[in-house]
Each structure stands twice: as structure tokens, then as C-alpha cells.
């Protein structure tokens, strides 16, 4: 399939018949944080082979390629997302790139194209490294550092599910590796240090050098030279967008006080306080030098419906230190603060993390900003007409002001959203939710309706501080599909196959994708990912998160592309893919099955707008009203072709035949 160019005009993406596109895609896949294949969180590990591992087969070995692509395409997805990471790429050491996986992974991209998607490259990371509890930036970088990677789960400065998970007992563990508990570590000393370093080298580690760089300009050139590597083999495929910037940068220590400690919103810090360690830059430091802290611990107090601190933790009681024995903390070394010999210490800069000479520091303005355009400039210096899918740091949606001034042009607001509550506590009810980030309390699904659009339209206002703006393309959003202690996996067990067990699913998905109709904005949901398994201990094969709207274990006919999908009638529905013209609004009621989409029609004959019409919500067929206009039904293929009378105002609506 040939494929038109997309570019931006706008808010909108636009394709070179001058139709305005909506992307709706998913991330493919879950699974390619982790080697290929065995190299999954279900898996014990101490990660003394990171450096011969592999990715090919991640999202799924080439052979399997045809079966995923027609499930996607049959879904109606038009985009994906396409995971790779910084390790998969260099996992060997410096400058030794991994050329048979970038082969493989241009590969993936040409087929892509073949079956109809867009694709956009995404570097992915979270909490920095799987040696950190994440996944993203190869091991060899703690070492350059001067960090033992092998100390760092045993003291505490990150916490790692294969350090802590029973794996002879399976299952959930609350106890030991509690529910979506690995996103903590951007407040432990591991990422504390390695995010500082990665985006602020320069300015607060002048002293610590790596082959003669400082540390700064050492790690953002082998990352760029990992993405430098791709957009080599990519650079002429028409169906490549260009490449998101980092998944979820963290800002590390930059902009903390050394001593501060958010314990809920204050003077310094207005923001509500998240559940969790109230880690401050200096407790880290001392942690990651073998001193035991205690550190207060928030919880969320039901009856009062607020964050609280009722208790404490002692972190790193084994006294590890995580540096090596012949390296030096580079924040000591630049003056911040001190260590003493008897195990006392001296806080000599309490701004440290906050000023640069009479500066103020601001880590969107004066440091994404900066590698946003350092990213733009390296793809573009391969191929100049790529879009940069632009990522701030995934609290600057619901908090932050916007994106940097210079925000390089041809650049896509491409943040994330969920439902924080569903995602963290791994269940749903429409009928009662106490939003974390707001307060906010929803007793009806129209209001958590309400609220998710309120949420996903800030989301949207931001892309208006891009260039005076951008389109809004929704890089990550869904649900857990283990809700509720997994009961849909029991009953899809005991041989229950409708849709009665996924009914909360379906319907947390019908919420978000609403409000995406509502705002006529783009998104790739998380995640599809083709090894995950109906097993508390695997799911995507990621620290036991378990996103995927397809499980191997859900397919029971392997002739039936949706055998294996999850809670399809949530997200398989009509959209507009392609309009000639302007879209102005789109509603689909997935009870009633009635689409009503009203578009601005664009002066000339010659274009045609596209709407995905699936089989799977309209089995009996369907009926279609255009007002301005005439219908072009190919249902075989779920879709409708829709040809404007004139220019100005279309309507079309489509139902179920009774």
C-alpha cells in the first residue's frame, strides 16, 4: 500500500490530497522494553548479560508479522507507535551498534507501510534502565558514571522487581512488588543521578568526564547516535513520520532544593502530593553513599480523601554504597554538599539543583527545550521533513505550563494520559472515582466522562503554546485489562466468551475514546503486545503490567483475527480517518451504534473523506444519511467513502440496520 506523506497544518495532520488525517493507533508493543525472549520481568535476572543481549523478535519475530498487522489494520488502526530503546540498539558497548536488530527493526517499519500504517520511532525508557527498575538506556552507562549497577537494587536507590519478586510463588505480590510500584523510582537516588546528568551534566557536574566529554554531552550523543542509527534505514520510507523525542523524560534533581521533601502542596512546591516515598536530593545522595535514611512515607488516607504522612521507612540498612570504589560523587566534587568521615553530613548549597550562577533554572525552557531541538536537528540532518513527536515530562500535562519557547517548528504535542487511578489501583467504577491529580469526584459515568475530557482538553490547549499551534497526538492512554483482581481472566478460564466479564473494560475505553471523538485529537493506545499471557506474574512481560488489548491466551481460533482481542467493542468503533475538509464533530454511541459526524467540506470534487466502519459494531450491516453530500459504502473493507455535494457543512450519520 502506497501511502501519502502526512505533514502539519496546524492541529491538523494533513496527507498530500490535502485531506485532514486523525491517527488512531497503538503502541506496538509492551514487550520490546525487554530482550527477546526471555528477557522479561517474569524472568529472574541480575543483569550480568546485558551487554549480549538482543531485541529481534520484539514486538514479534518477522514470521508472525502478517498475522499482527492484519489484526491491527482490521481494528481500524492507522498508526503505531513503534518501540525501540536506546539498549536495544547499543547494548554492547559504546559506538557498537546492533546492526542486525536495526535491519530487523527497518524491516518492521517497510511492512508497516504495507498494511496501511504511519509509523512513528519510539525511543522508549522508563525510571532509565532495567537495571533501575525501568527499561531504556543500556547498562554500560552506570558503569561510565561510576555506578555499580549491581548495588543498586540491594540498597535501596532503585526498586527492581526481579530483586524483589518471589518468583517460586507467583502471582501478585502486594507484599513484596506492589501494584505499579516501579514508577516510584523517578524519586530514588538511581534516576535522580542519571536524569541529572543526562539533561544538566554541565551545569552540575562540570568536573566528571567520560573519554574525554563531559557527561552531559557524552550520554545525549550516544543516544542520538542510537536514533542517528535508525533514521538511517528508515529515512526513505514514506509511511515514517519521524521520531518522538524521549518516552517520559524525567528531570531528575533539576529545580529541587537538596533538603526539601514534598509532603503536600506548599510555599516551594503548590502540587498535591503523590502516594509514595517523599524522597529529598539529599536523602538520595546519602543513600546512594551506604548512609540509612528514614524517609517519610505517604499514604492515601480514605477518610479523609487525601495524601497524608502517617509513617516512615529506613531505606538502605545494609549500609551499600551504589558508587565504585575509585569514583566521586561529581555533585560533592561541584560543591553541593559534603559527607564527612564519622557518617555526618553538611548541606553546603541547598539551592544547588535550582541555580546556575544568578539563574533560576527552569528544566522545560532552559533544558527540554534545548534537546527537543538537538533531536529535530539530528533527524532532520537524515531526512528534513520529519515530524518531532515532542514529550515533556508526564506530570506537565495535568501541571505544567506548556512547551518550551523555542520549541523547534514541525513538532507534535505527543504526551500521555490515563485515568491515574484506574492505571494505579488496577480497578474501575464508573460510578465512584476520586481523581488523584485534582481531587476531583466523579459519582456517574457522564461525570467521569466530564472529567476525562477536561483532562484530555488541557492536554490539547498545550499543543496551542507549541509554535502557535500543533497537533495533539495522545502518545500513550488506556487501561489495565487485569481491573479488579483479574476477574475477566477467571471467567474467560471457565469458559465464559461474551462480553459480560469485560463490561468494565468496555466501558472505561468507550469513556476515554468519547472524549479523543469529542476533541478531534490523535492517540496511539498502550499497548498491544503479542507474547503477553492471562498470568498475574507476565501480562506484558513488564513489571506485571498487563495493558494489552491482545493475549495469545484469549485466542481460541487462530482463523479469526479477533480471537485474542480484549474488550474490542471498546475501542473497535467508527471514526473519520480522512477528511476532505475540516472535521468539526464526531460522536459515536456504542449502545445504539449511531455515528454523527459533521465535517466542513473543502472546494473541489476530487477528494473524498474515509470513515472506518467495523463489522464488529455493525454485524447486520448499516444504514447511512449524508446531508450535503452522497455515500460510497465499502463495507467489505469497513469502510465508507463519503464525496461532498459542494463546499461547506456535511453531516453523516450511520446506525445499525434493525
Known amino acids: 500500500m502506497n501511502l501519502s506523506r502526512l505533514h502539519i497544518e496546524g492541529r491538523w495532520f494533513v496527507d498530500e490530497r490535502g485531506r485532514r488525517v486523525i491517527l488512531r493507533g497503538v503502541n506496538l508493543g509492551g514487550d520490546c522494553?525487554?530482550?527477546?525472549?526471555?528477557?522479561?520481568?517474569?524472568?529472574p535476572s541480575d543483569f550480568s548479560s546485558?551487554?549480549?543481549?538482543?531485541?529481534?523478535?520484539?514486538?514479534?519475530p518477522m514470521a508472525e508479522a502478517d498475522e499482527h498487522f492484519s489484526r491491527l489494520?482490521?481494528?481500524?488502526?492507522?498508526?503505531?507507535?513503534?518501540?525501540?530503546?536506546?539498549?536495544?540498539?547499543?547494548?554492547?558497548?559504546?559506538?557498537?551498534?546492533?546492526?542486525?536488530?536495526?535491519?530487523?527493526?527497518?524491516?518492521?517499519c517497510r511492512l508497516a507501510g504495507d498494511y496501511g500504517f504511519y509509523v512513528f520511532v519510539d525511543f522508549h525508557q522508563d525510571v532509565w534502565s532495567r537495571m533501575s527498575g525501568g527499561d531504556g538506556a543500556p547498562g554500560w552507562l552506570f558503569e561510565k558514571v561510576g555506578i555499580d549497577y549491581r548495588r543498586v537494587a540491594d540498597s535501596g536507590s532503585a526498586h527492581v522487581m526481579q530483586n524483589l519478586y518471589d518468583y517460586s510463588r507467583g502471582g501478585r505480590q502486594e507484599d513484596r512488588y506492589p501494584t505499579m510500584s516501579w514508577s516510584a523510582n523517578s524519586r530514588r537516588p538511581a534516576n535522580g543521578i542519571m536524569w541529572t546528568l543526562f539533561f544538566a551534566g554541565r551545569d552540575f557536574a562540570p568536573a566528571l568526564t567520560i573519554d574525554g566529554e563531559n557527561v552531559q554531552d557524552y550520554m545525549l550523543e550516544h543516544y542520538l547516535g542510537a536514533m542517528r542509527e535508525i533514521a538511517r534505514r528508515v529515512r526513505d520510507l514514506p509511511n515514517v513520520m519521524g521520531f518522538d523525542s524521549l518516552n517520559e523524560p524525567a528531570p531528575g534533581w533539576i529545580g529541587q532544593s537538596l533538603s526539601y521533601r514534598h509532603l503536600g502542596p506548599s510555599e516551594t512546591n503548590p502540587n498535591r502530593a503523590m502516594p509514595g516515598l517523599a524522597w529529598s536530593p539529599i536523602d538520595g545522595l546519602l543513600v546512594s553513599h551506604g548512609?540509612?535514611?528514614?524517609?517519610?512515607?505517604?499514604?492515601?488516607?480514605?477518610?479523609?480523601?487525601?495524601?497524608?504522612?502517617?509513617?516512615?521507612?529506613t531505606i538502605n540498612p545494609e549500609r551499600i554504597s551504589i558508587w565504585a570504589d575509585d569514583r566521586q560523587d561529581p555533585f560533592e566534587q561541584a560543591g553541593a554538599w559534603k559527607l564527612n568521615k564519622d557518617g555526618t553530613f553538611d548541606v553546603l548549597r541547598d539551592n544547588f539543583f535550582q541555580r546556575v550562577g544568578d539563574r533560576k533554572v527552569n528544566f522545560i525552557e532552559d533544558y527540554m527545550g534545548p534537546f527537543?531541538?538537538?533531536?529535530?536537528?539530528?533527524?532532520?540532518?537524515?531526512?528534513?521533513?520529519?515530524?518531532?513527536?515532542?514529550?515533556l515530562d508526564p506530570?506537565?500535562?495535568?501541571?505544567?505550563?506548556?512547551?518550551?519557547?523555542?520549541?523547534?517548528?514541525?513538532?507534535?504535542?505527543?504526551?500521555?494520559?490515563?485515568?491515574?487511578?484506574?492505571?494505579a489501583t488496577k480497578t474501575f467504577n464508573p460510578n465512584f472515582s476520586l481523581g488523584t491529580m485534582t481531587g476531583e469526584i466523579a459519582e456517574a459515568a457522564d461525570e467521569l466522562q466530564a472529567r476525562y475530557q477536561r483532562q484530555l482538553g488541557k492536554f490539547a490547549r498545550m499543543s496551542e503554546t507549541v509554535n502557535g499551534g500543533a497537533p495533539t497526538l495522545i502518545g500513550e492512554c488506556g487501561i489495565p485489562f487485569d481491573l479488579n483482581g483479574a476477574e475477566a481472566y477467571r471467567a474467560f478460564k471457565a469458559g465464559d466468551r461474551s462480553d459480560t466479564p469485560w463490561t468494565p473494560h468496555i466501558v472505561a475505553l468507550d469513556?476515554?475514546?468519547?472524549?479523543?471523538?469529542?476533541?478531534?485529537?490523535?492517540?496511539?493506545?498502550?499497548?498491544?503486545?503479542?507474547?503477553?499471557?492471562?498470568?498475574?506474574?507476565?501480562?506484558?512481560?513488564?513489571?506485571?503490567?498487563?495493558?494489552?488489548?491482545?493475549?495469545?491466551?484469549?485466542?481460541?481460533?487462530?482463523?479469526d483475527l479477533n480471537s485474542g482481542g480484549r474488550a474490542l467493542a471498546g475501542f473497535v468503533r467508527p471514526y473519520a480517518q480522512a477528511t476532505h475538509g475540516t472535521p468539526r464533530k464526531m460522536k459515536f454511541d456504542r449502545v445504539t451504534g449511531l455515528f454523527d459526524f459533521?465535517?466542513?467540506?473543502?472546494?473541489?470534487?476530487?477528494?473524498?473523506?474515509?470513515?472506518?466502519?467495523?463489522?464488529?459494531?455493525?454485524?447486520?450491516?448499516?444504514?447511512?444519511?449524508?446531508?450535503?453530500?452522497?455515500?460510497?459504502?465499502?463495507?467489505?473493507?469497513q469502510r465508507v467513502m463519503i464525496k461532498a455535494a459542494q463546499a461547506g457543512e456535511v453531516r453523516v450519520v450511520i446506525c445499525r440496520k434493525p
Not at 522494553?33 to 524472568?43: A, E, L, R
Not at 546485558?50 to 514479534?60: D, Q, T
Not at 527537543?372 to 514529550?391: H, Q, S
Not at 506537565?396 to 484506574?422: C, E, K, L, Q
Open 598 to 637: 459533521t465535517f466542513e467540506a473543502a472546494p473541489g470534487a476530487e477528494g473524498a473523506t474515509e470513515i472506518f466502519v467495523p463489522h464488529l459494531q455493525y454485524p447486520g450491516g448499516c444504514e447511512i444519511e449524508v446531508i450535503g453530500g452522497a455515500a460510497e459504502p465499502d463495507l467489505d473493507h
Open 73 to 108: 489494520r482490521a481494528w481500524g488502526f492507522n498508526c503505531l507507535r513503534l518501540l525501540t530503546t536506546w539498549e536495544a540498539v547499543e547494548h554492547r558497548g559504546p559506538n557498537d551498534y546492533d546492526t542486525e536488530y536495526l535491519d530487523y527493526y527497518a524491516g518492521l
Open 50 to 60: 546485558h551487554r549480549e543481549v538482543s531485541f529481534i523478535g520484539r514486538p514479534f
Open 291 to 313: 548512609v540509612a535514611r528514614s524517609i517519610p512515607v505517604l499514604d492515601f488516607d480514605p477518610a479523609t480523601k487525601k495524601v497524608a504522612h502517617q509513617r516512615d521507612r
Open 33 to 43: 522494553k525487554v530482550p527477546y525472549p526471555d528477557g522479561g520481568t517474569n524472568f
Open 372 to 391: 527537543f531541538a538537538r533531536v529535530a536537528e539530528t533527524m532532520r540532518a537524515i531526512n528534513p521533513d520529519w515530524i518531532l513527536f515532542a514529550e
Open 511 to 559: 469513556l476515554m475514546y468519547n472524549a479523543l471523538d469529542t476533541l478531534l485529537i490523535n492517540s496511539t493506545q498502550w499497548n498491544y503486545t503479542a507474547s503477553n499471557r492471562n498470568d498475574l506474574a507476565i501480562g506484558d512481560g513488564w513489571n506485571q503490567e498487563d495493558l494489552s488489548i491482545f493475549s495469545r491466551d484469549q485466542q481460541t481460533n487462530p482463523s
Open 395 to 423: 506530570m506537565s500535562g495535568f501541571f505544567g505550563p506548556g512547551f518550551p519557547a523555542d520549541t523547534p517548528p514541525n513538532t507534535v504535542n505527543a504526551g500521555h494520559w490515563y485515568d491515574v487511578v484506574t492505571l
